[in-house]
């Protein structure tokens, strides 16, 4: 009797852990890991951080590795359920960019509904709430390797297999030089500073004269901070968060600071603004720290005495001013100007607009050609004393007509980039080297600043709208969430709004 009860409950072991197996399998979810695509053709690349130093790419390859771990996370009904160890690739592809991994779902996932599942690799993750948070701040999961680690992400939903990578961050890329006689220190809130990512020349003169070798100036891997000393160079590459929220998944600003002797260094932001910045997009810029700045490199103007005229070879031989009226720099905004007015405000409203009495768009005194909003004079261009361009800069400036604003969109290329910490978009002409660039300026209306980064509005000199008389034509443009061109045109704003203005040179009256 008691050689049978053993025997059942031998049995009935078994039979549990025969079944705790079939509930493991039934499970477990394999997946099929894919890098995201490198295509440098695409608008919305998946990456374009490969290959030499460019204002395009930087050599930061996305791979897959041996060892390389993912950690899981499964959303169901408003729960986050984060599984104890974080997921093991294998068989990895010969060109390193796809492999596969497996997840068990958590016992209390309801398998027969809906859920999400959440990989994070490269950087911790924890739980907030419903969110999962990427924390730049902690060590990479794999700390033996974590110099090599991308962070990137997916989401997938039930009944899917397949786990598509995406950048969790755009890189920034600061080739320094530091031509000064004291070190300068590069700190970042943000993450680890990666060793292989910053690279001393081989050999720096000192400004003792002595000459130190790249063994003596190499820094902790671990530190969160880089030190170039005098004469010293080297390339720093850090990573941001380009949108607070991304699908779910978050991830802990990050922001670069120039520290001098403890002290935080008054600078160009390299990077101001997270939101137009696409993931996986590497920005390449050149600095250099003079003992006083870094300075930005800047391939519109010859020098700094600003402004200049800039030959784009345009076929009305028309000559555009290298920065907006106020500005002392292609980045600078400048000024903003209500049309037909010369002089900046701190606040951009009907009610204090020079050419509309009592604040009403349909009592016009002056630029009018429609007697139901006021006045009618029949005035449709800018009169030189109300020419914000002219006021300012002297006779040789205008604010440009409609005419050198088609000029310029047709004979141009362009393209959305940053240029001294600023957002904005450059022309480029088709037939020679020159170029200017129109920082994102946005726009005043009473409600405040708009868009700013992410839209430029540029006055032109005309409102020719007969059914219209309180607008005047702008050249605008904007871009969406991951760096694409949205609009780029000849179109009209309320002239009581703030705009910024780009002359063009007529030369001596």
């Not at 072991?13 to 493991?24: A, G, K, P, T």
């Not at 608008?43 to 790419?57: E, K, L, Q, T, W």
Request: charged content about 20%; hydrophobic content about 35%.
């Amino acid at each position: 009797m008691k050689k049978f009860t053993l025997l059942l409950l031998a049995l009935f072991v078994m039979s549990l852990f025969s079944s705790c197996e079939e509930d493991i399998e039934k499970r477990q979810v394999t997946f099929t890991a894919t890098m995201p695509a490198d295509d440098l053709s695409s608008s919305r690349p998946g990456s374009i951080i490969n290959g030499a130093p460019s204002p395009d790419g930087y050599n930061l390859d996305a791979q897959w590795k041996s060892g390389d771990k993912i950690q899981i996370f499964v959303r169901q009904d408003g729960k986050v359920y984060q599984l104890e160890s974080p997921a093991v690739i294998s068989s990895i592809s010969s060109d390193d960019k796809t492999c596969s991994f497996m997840v068990t779902l958590p016992k209390s996932v309801n398998r027969d509904k809906d859920y999400d599942i959440i990989g994070v690799t490269g950087v911790e993750a924890q739980i907030d709430g419903e969110n999962v948070v990427a924390l730049c701040t902690m060590k990479r999961v794999d700390t033996e390797r974590f110099n090599e680690i991308l962070p990137m992400w997916f989401i997938a939903k039930k009944g899917s297999t397949q786990a598509k990578f995406r950048h969790l961050c755009a890189y920034e890329v600061l080739s320094v030089n530091n031509v000064s006689d004291a070190s300068i220190t590069f700190k970042h809130s943000g993450f680890q500073v990666l060793s292989r990512w910053y690279i001393y020349s081989a050999s720096i003169l000192l400004s003792d004269g002595s000459i130190a070798g790249e063994q003596d100036v190499k820094n902790d891997a671990e530190s969160d901070e880089i030190t170039i000393p005098a004469g010293g160079t080297g390339t720093i590459v850090s990573w941001y968060i380009p949108i607070t929220i991304i699908a779910d998944v978050t991830i802990d600003n990050a922001k670069l600071k120039a520290v001098v002797n403890g002290k935080n260094v008054t600078t160009i932001d390299a990077m101001i603004s997270y939101k137009t910045q696409a993931r996986g997009n590497a920005y390449y810029m050149e600095v250099t720290w003079d003992g006083l700045t870094l300075n930005f490199s800047n391939e519109f103007c010859p020098d700094g005495n600003h402004p200049h005229m800039i030959d784009l070879d345009l076929p009305s031989g028309t000559k555009w001013a290298c920065c907006n009226v106020g500005a002392n720099s292609p980045a600078e905004c400048g000024d903003y100007f209500a049309w037909g007015e010369t002089t900046p405000k701190t606040y951009y409203a009907k009610n204090n607009y020079k050419w509309y009495s009592g604040g009403d768009d349909h009592k016009i005194t002056k630029y009018c050609s429609n007697s139901e909003y006021g006045v009618v004079d029949n005035i449709v261009g800018l009169e030189l004393e109300d020419d914000a361009a002219y006021v300012n800069w002297g006779p040789e400036w205008r604010t440009p007509g409609t005419a050198a604003i088609n000029e310029l969109l047709e004979n141009c290329t362009t393209k959305w980039t940053k240029v001294n910490g600023m957002f904005g978009l450059v022309f480029k002409s088709n037939t020679n080297n020159g170029a200017i660039f129109f920082p994102a300026v946005g726009w005043y209306t009473n409600k405040g600043l708009q868009e700013f980064e992410t839209a430029g509005t540029y006055w032109s000199r005309y409102n020719p709208y007969t059914s219209a008389p309180n607008w005047a034509y702008i050249m605008g443009f904007g871009v969406g969430n991951f760096g694409e061109m949205d609009w780029l045109s000849l179109s009209a704003l309320n002239r009581y709004c703030g705009c910024a203005i780009r002359p063009v040179y007529v030369g001596e009256e």
